[in-house]
């Protein structure tokens, strides 16, 4: 079997909805003879046509070059039947996430195409493995999983099946690279990188909402704050919950029922309510015409609330953010860098960096705050107070986090919070994907920042961190709740020895 993919190579795409389309614009654009093929009379035709109007609009926006344009829509070719595309050297499937569908398709394809031919699949959540169950070349099946809209998004996961051959599975690695786009291998299971690391995006925000510690709006600003385009509920609302939630107990049964994984009775009842998001005009904000999105108030800094004695805790880099903060203020504070914690002294109060921890499980007169990732002035920031604190704690916490430039939002007293807790669960994720061989640490980045726009990756995230403080924080976690969801991952819990020796 030849293993090279070059612009002479013809390629069948199958599928003329949106991903297919995508898929035969970019393959035609980098050179090579598209074949359409879709099982709805006229679909491939219509497909070509909407793409003309696409390139001729990149050509009036001076994107693309017009002789370009008209090459490449020249280049595909609408099918009416499967057998004319006999010649085709690649196949990539974009069909209907249906497993029973994809492999009489790739059946029908191992007749028609010659034994050299590669076949594909864009498929986001099935087993290229299971796919490739009962053909008679399994090895030359694997998947080429792109993102919407494929023309923009630079992602593709390489997916590899137990038998996919490893030259296969390089050359569509090539030739990814080739139409421009960043691939990533991949082992096939459930979720592949991205979906698979991307649950506790949506799952930690829906238990956060399950358990009514916060609203939606606050979530969203806090995530937000840590650079994440939109926050999970906005996300989620745009994704359409519907799908979203499919995705989601697609992954939990694929992993056995995994606690990790497990949907949220949330994300159900506003599915089962018809609220989708913004395709059905409500979901988890109200998208019809009049309504008004709420917002987190505006920033307003403060002075100094009154304390005689200051102490800084700590020494990480949130303590030397706090140093740095009192510095420039001109406060009188002492720094205790040894302490076991991390936060603020003030008088009888503490105002504590979370480790995982309620409050009220740490003492009386204290609050804690969420994980500052971002150092721009007036970035909203969690906060809860102990249930045995005074009255006035939750005032003078958030008087002072305004001071020291924050924007605080007092939600009730959870463990870990939004970001720390979000951000941990991310982190431990894809630590389990490298663990269990789905994915390298520099594949995990490069597809959460390319595939879902991510302002870091994980393993980004743990560089800046702490291994031991964030596996700290996950045993928290699993003690509070008492479950398999937060389980650290052996890969995890390894690097925090191998820092902490």
Same mark, same amino acid.
């Given at each position: 079997?030849?293993?090279? *993919?070059?612009? =002479?190579?013809?390629?069948?795409?199958? %599928?003329?909805?949106?991903?297919?389309?995508? *898929?035969?614009?970019? @393959?035609?654009?980098?050179? &090579?003879?598209?074949?359409?093929? +879709?099982?709805?009379? &006229?679909?491939?035709?219509?497909?070509?046509?909407?793409?003309?109007?696409?390139? =001729?609009?990149?050509?009036?926006?001076?994107?693309?070059?017009?002789?370009?344009?008209?090459?490449? *829509?020249?280049?595909?070719?609408?099918?009416?039947?499967?057998?004319?595309?006999?010649?085709?050297?690649?196949?990539?499937?974009?069909? *209907?996430?249906?497993?029973?569908?994809?492999?009489?398709?790739? $059946?029908?394809?191992?007749?028609?195409?010659?034994?050299?031919?590669?076949? @594909?699949?864009?498929?986001?959540?099935?087993?290229?493995?299971?796919?490739?169950?009962?053909?008679?070349?399994?090895?030359?099946?694997?998947?080429?999983?792109?993102?919407?809209?494929?023309?923009?998004?630079?992602?593709?996961?390489?997916?590899?099946?137990?038998?996919?051959?490893?030259?296969?599975? =390089?050359?569509?690695?090539?030739?990814?690279?080739?139409?421009?786009?960043?691939?990533?291998?991949? $082992?096939?299971?459930?979720?592949?990188?991205?979906?698979?690391?991307?649950?506790?995006?949506?799952?930690?925000?829906?238990?956060?909402?399950?358990?009514?510690?916060?609203?939606?709006?606050?979530?969203?600003?806090?995530?937000?704050?840590?650079?994440?385009?939109?926050?999970?509920?906005?996300?989620?609302?745009?994704?359409?919950?519907?799908?979203?939630?499919?995705?989601?107990?697609?992954? /939990? =049964?694929?992993?056995?029922?995994?606690?990790? /994984?497990?949907?949220?009775?949330?994300?159900?009842?506003?599915?089962? %309510?018809?609220? #989708?998001? $913004?395709?059905?005009?409500?979901?988890?904000?109200? /998208?019809?015409?009049?309504?008004?999105?709420?917002?987190?108030? &505006?920033?307003?800094?403060?002075?100094?609330?009154?304390?005689?004695?200051?102490?800084?805790?700590?020494?990480?880099?949130?303590?030397?953010?706090?140093?740095?903060?009192?510095?420039?203020?001109?406060?009188? #504070?002492?720094?205790?860098?040894?302490?076991?914690?991390?936060?603020?002294?003030? +008088?009888?109060?503490?105002?504590?960096?979370? +480790?995982?921890?309620?409050?009220?499980?740490?003492?009386?007169?204290?609050?804690?705050?969420?994980?500052?990732?971002?150092?721009?002035?007036?970035?909203?920031?969690?906060?809860?107070?102990?249930?045995?604190?005074?009255?006035?704690?939750?005032?003078?916490?958030?008087?002072?986090?305004? #001071?020291?430039?924050?924007?605080?939002?007092?939600?009730? +007293?959870?463990?870990?919070?939004?970001?720390?807790?979000?951000?941990?669960?991310?982190?431990?994720?894809? @630590?389990?994907?490298?663990?269990?061989?789905?994915?390298?640490? @520099?594949?995990?980045?490069?597809?959460?920042?390319?595939?879902?726009?991510?302002?870091?990756?994980?393993?980004?995230?743990?560089?800046?961190?702490?291994?031991?403080?964030?596996?700290?924080?996950?045993?928290?976690?699993?003690?509070?709740?008492?479950?398999?969801?937060?389980?650290?991952?052996?890969?995890?819990? &390894?690097?925090?020895?191998?820092?902490?020796?």
């Amino acid at each position: 079997m030849s293993m090279t *993919i070059t612009k =002479e190579t013809a390629v069948l795409v199958v %599928g003329a909805g949106i991903m297919g389309a995508g *898929i035969a614009q970019i @393959a035609a654009q980098a050179g &090579h003879t598209v074949f359409l093929f +879709d099982t709805k009379d &006229h679909a491939a035709a219509e497909a070509k046509a909407k793409l003309a109007t696409t390139l =001729e609009g990149l050509v009036s926006k001076g994107k693309l070059d017009a002789s370009a344009a008209e090459q490449a *829509i020249a280049r595909i070719q609408p099918l009416s039947e499967l057998a004319k595309a006999s010649s085709a050297g690649l196949v990539v499937e974009a069909i *209907i996430e249906n497993l029973d569908v994809k492999r009489g398709l790739f $059946r029908q394809l191992e007749i028609l195409l010659g034994k050299e031919a590669i076949l @594909a699949t864009n498929t986001s959540s099935i087993s290229v493995t299971a796919i490739a169950n009962g053909l008679q070349y399994p090895e030359r099946l694997v998947g080429m999983h792109f993102f919407n809209p494929v023309p923009l998004m630079k992602l593709v996961e390489v997916v590899s099946g137990l038998q996919t051959q490893p030259a296969v599975a =390089e050359a569509i690695f090539e030739l990814s690279k080739a139409w421009g786009k960043v691939p990533v291998y991949a $082992r096939s299971t459930p979720g592949f990188i991205v979906n698979r690391i991307a649950r506790p995006y949506y799952a930690e925000n829906l238990a956060l909402l399950h358990e009514q510690s916060v609203q939606p709006y606050v979530l969203d600003a806090c995530l937000r704050a840590v650079g994440f385009r939109m926050g999970p509920c906005e996300l989620m609302d745009l994704i359409g919950l519907d799908t979203n939630y499919s995705v989601t107990r697609s992954v /939990y =049964e694929a992993n056995f029922f995994d606690k990790r /994984y497990v949907p949220s009775p949330v994300q159900r009842d506003l599915v089962d %309510g018809g609220l #989708f998001g $913004r395709k059905s005009g409500q979901g988890f904000y109200d /998208y019809r015409e009049a309504a008004v999105k709420p917002e987190i108030a &505006h920033f307003t800094p403060a002075t100094m609330p009154a304390a005689n004695k200051v102490q800084v805790q700590g020494n990480c880099a949130v303590a030397q953010y706090l140093v740095d903060a009192l510095t420039t203020a001109k406060v009188n #504070f002492t720094h205790v860098p040894e302490s076991a914690w991390t936060g603020l002294s003030l +008088d009888a109060a503490e105002l504590r960096l979370t +480790d995982g921890r309620p409050a009220s499980q740490l003492g009386k007169e204290l609050a804690v705050f969420d994980l500052p990732v971002s150092k721009q002035q007036g970035q909203p920031l969690a906060f809860a107070v102990s249930n045995r604190a005074s009255t006035e704690l939750a005032e003078y916490a958030a008087t002072w986090l305004r #001071f020291l430039g924050f924007n605080p939002q007092l939600m009730a +007293d959870s463990p870990a919070l939004i970001v720390a807790r979000t951000l941990a669960m991310l982190i431990n994720e894809a @630590a389990d994907a490298v663990q269990q061989g789905v994915c390298s640490a @520099a594949g995990a980045d490069a597809a959460m920042k390319l595939g879902v726009n991510y302002p870091a990756g994980p393993f980004e995230w743990l560089a800046g961190w702490d291994a031991g403080k964030i596996v700290q924080l996950l045993d928290h976690l699993d003690a509070f709740y008492r479950g398999e969801r937060y389980r650290v991952s052996p890969w995890l819990r &390894h690097k925090a020895w191998q820092e902490a020796a």
